[in-house]
């Protein structure tokens, strides 16, 4: 089984990026997580981070392509605005789960809209840096 893992914008900034809400991790601490817990599941998985919005799309459209079984995707603040990727998950038609470190809806009203939440199978949110690992287990669990 082939999970992608995708990130978007200033995701790359963990750890540094407000502390307060995100965590002291880094971004490489995060994909050592995700590597190990996919190690453990026996499951291949790759890592794509962007803070632009077309490239998060290229990546998406080229795992129907690659013939990933499953993506994790983290759209970050794109997950508000963005009707390209929405339209990405619906077309390549793979499993994907969205994973949001803190808890949108808890936060900011706009915050609260999820435009790519419509095309994914489950949305996890508000777990920290474990929602990443739920995901896996769940996409792996589908696929078993």
Not at 54 to 70: E, M, R, S, T, W
């Amino acid at each position: 089984m082939q999970i992608l893992v995708i990130n978007g914008p200033n995701m790359n900034m963990l750890g540094v990026r407000q502390p307060e809400i995100y965590g002291t991790a880094t971004y490489d601490d995060l994909v050592g997580m995700i590597q190990s817990e996919a190690d453990a599941l026996g499951v291949q998985v790759s890592f794509f981070q962007s803070n632009h919005e077309g490239a998060l799309v290229d990546a998406i459209q080229q795992a129907c392509f690659d013939k990933v079984d499953g993506i994790i995707i983290n759209p970050a603040a794109y997950t508000h605005t963005s009707v390209a990727l929405l339209d990405a998950v619906k077309a390549v038609g793979i499993p994907t789960v969205e994973v949001h470190i803190s808890d949108p809806d808890t936060r900011e009203d706009f915050r609260h809209v999820s435009y790519i939440r419509a095309a994914c199978t489950a949305t996890i949110r508000g777990r920290g840096l474990e929602g990443y690992l739920e995901a896996l287990r769940l996409l792996a669990k589908k696929e078993s």
